[in-house]
């Protein structure tokens, strides 16, 4: 088998599992939502401001895979697989130390997190409802964040996968049993969500204790493992933040446009997410493989695995964005029914269409410089792309154009402007080998 060969198996047997485990987590709030709607349209509304809420903080603590993830790579590249497990255990001890953290301030602040949206005093209580059980299951879901991370970066993402579907199985099942048998309503919701997360913790300890035992890792933390974790963790949070303050600034322009407007957007941002989840996981597989040869030194690994994972990025783009583009006059019709929005949507699709081969290079830049242990670049860069792309947003929302034109500048701004800045900034770093000496 050839090295080209070797190297596509290799990116297979990382992304395609990597696919199946990122798509879980929003299944299991899908599940939430169906069982939940079936109450009435107040626990759904209540859902609706909950999760919002929820998933900002858990989308913040993505760094917690993503900085284990290169961190053990490396190690285990470097032939430590001891000293790689040691680093993904004490970024598993990382995670339960925020978690708590968080999972206490959250609990003491939800009636005051779920005030800001303003609801009526009967979905105000269901979100109180279900944020404050929900909240004493933020360790787990970071734990289960650091505990992938680690597997990733064993080369393993096949254990994930069979633990999210489990885990996903396990959420269906007691949101039935919780919601309708034992007649908890949103409430039981929330409690089915928290004891699948805490058992898919517990099918990770097992799972990193055996590891632990075959490598002779300690299961304890250690302070410089862990402080290393945290300093590593802070630079991704920072490129974390710049991320959901460009998405953020974009639904806030799109909701001054007018209602049709966000919908449309709505429409587009949700087709974007789903052609992302394939990009993730092939950024998810170069993190594995550049961290791993960077350990081992292998400098003309680094640069292959760059060269294939850029390849397949940009042919996924042009796929995807024809297919979009081939669709793009019935997406919206199938979103909403509405003739109108489908009209809207059109162009802003098109837009999206042709940006795809662009989104493709900077997700995996992304998942390079990651894998590179880069990550004080990734933030300045963040930094960077957002003082190009907020005042473009200013502009439009100045300007304020309606409909079509609306939602297709604003289609510009983001699929265009943002995603080429973020090309521009990426690509300038990768074009230099610095980046390939970051130390671990």
Excluded: K
Excluded at 90 to 106: E, P, Q, R, S, T
Excluded at 322 to 350: H, I, N, R
Excluded at 381 to 401: E, R
């Amino acid at each position: 088998m050839s090295v080209a060969d070797t190297l596509n198996r290799d990116i297979l047997r990382l992304a395609v599992p990597a696919l199946g485990a990122l798509i879980a987590e929003p299944l299991f709030l899908i599940i939430d939502s169906a069982l939940v709607g079936h109450l009435g349209v107040v626990p759904l509304a209540a859902l609706g401001v909950a999760s919002a809420i929820l998933q900002t903080v858990v989308g913040l603590m993505v760094f917690l895979a993503y900085s284990t993830t290169p961190a053990v790579a490396r190690r285990f590249g470097a032939g430590d697989p001891s000293r790689a497990v040691s680093v993904g255990i004490d970024g598993m001890w990382l995670a339960l130390g925020l978690g708590a953290l968080l999972a206490l301030a959250g609990y003491l602040g939800t009636p005051a997190l779920v005030g800001v949206f303003g609801a009526g005093p009967e979905v105000t209580a269901d979100a109180e409802a279900y944020l404050g059980i929900s909240m004493w299951g933020l360790p787990a879901m970071l734990i289960v964040f650091a505990a992938t991370g680690l597997l990733r970066g064993m080369q393993d993402t096949v254990t994930p996968l069979w633990i999210a579907g489990i885990g996903f199985a396990a959420n269906a099942a007691l949101n039935a049993l919780f919601i309708y048998g034992l007649g908890w309503g949103i409430s039981g919701s929330a409690a089915a969500t928290v004891v699948a997360h805490w058992g898919m913790v517990a099918a990770y300890v097992l799972v990193v204790g055996r590891l632990a035992r075959r490598h002779q890792a300690s299961m304890r933390p250690q302070a410089e493992g862990v402080r290393g974790s945290a300093r590593s963790g802070v630079w991704m949070f920072l490129r974390t933040v710049s991320l959901r303050v460009a998405l953020l600034s974009t639904v806030a322009v799109a909701t001054a446009f007018g209602t049709q407007e966000l919908a449309g957007w709505q429409v587009a941002f949700t087709m974007f997410s789903t052609a992302a989840f394939a990009l993730d996981a092939l950024a998810i597989a170069a993190q594995a493989l550049i961290g791993m040869h960077l350990g081992a030194g292998s400098a003309p690994d680094v640069r292959r695995v760059l060269r294939r994972t850029l390849a397949w990025g940009v042919w996924f783009g042009v796929i995807v964005g024809a297919v979009v583009g081939a669709l793009s006059g019935w997406v919206g019709m199938l979103f909403t029914g509405d003739a109108a929005v489908a009209a809207l949507v059109q162009p802003a699709l098109v837009v999206l269409a042709v940006a795809q081969p662009v989104c493709g290079i900077v997700f995996v830049l992304d998942g390079v410089l990651i894998g590179a242990g880069d990550v004080r670049y990734l933030a300045l860069a963040g930094a960077v792309n957002l003082v190009v792309y907020l005042p473009v947003l200013v502009v439009l929302w100045l300007w304020h154009p309606a409909g079509v034109a609306g939602l297709s500048w604003l289609a510009v701004a983001f699929f265009g402007v943002y995603m080429l800045t973020r090309l521009v900034t990426l690509g300038w770093r990768i074009r230099r080998p610095v980046w390939m000496t970051q130390p671990a």
